[in-house]
């Protein structure tokens, strides 16, 4: 089973050539059904033979296609400080992107 380690959105992920993902938000106006490459490509894994990059591989791209931009769950922030009569509660929902991993190059 042939894997490879990306790197997107300040996280690294271990994918696999038809693999759904859910990312962070890519910046650029992809839309859906798009193709998205990554070629931070850290480390990839055919069975027999790794590779290591240092930090990335050279040449080497990870296709996907966008399949559906959302946003996570609303998480509430709160901020509270006693005796002082202060309190303040914000939400905040982080958007998202699922993608579907094509080809491993």
Do not use: C, W
């Amino acid at each position: 089973m042939k894997f490879a380690i990306i790197e997107t959105g300040g996280k690294q992920y271990k994918i696999s050539a038809g693999e759904n993902l859910t990312i962070e938000k890519i910046k650029g106006g992809i839309k859906e059904g798009d193709k998205v490459t990554f070629d931070k490509v850290l480390l990839i894994d055919d069975g027999k033979d790794t590779i290591v990059g240092s930090p990335y591989i050279d040449g080497a791209k990870i296709e996907a296609t966008l399949e559906e931009e959302g946003r996570n769950k609303k998480i509430s922030v709160i901020k509270y400080r006693a005796k002082s009569r202060y309190f303040k509660k914000r939400g905040h929902k982080q958007p998202n992107m699922k993608v579907k991993i094509g080809e491993i190059k």
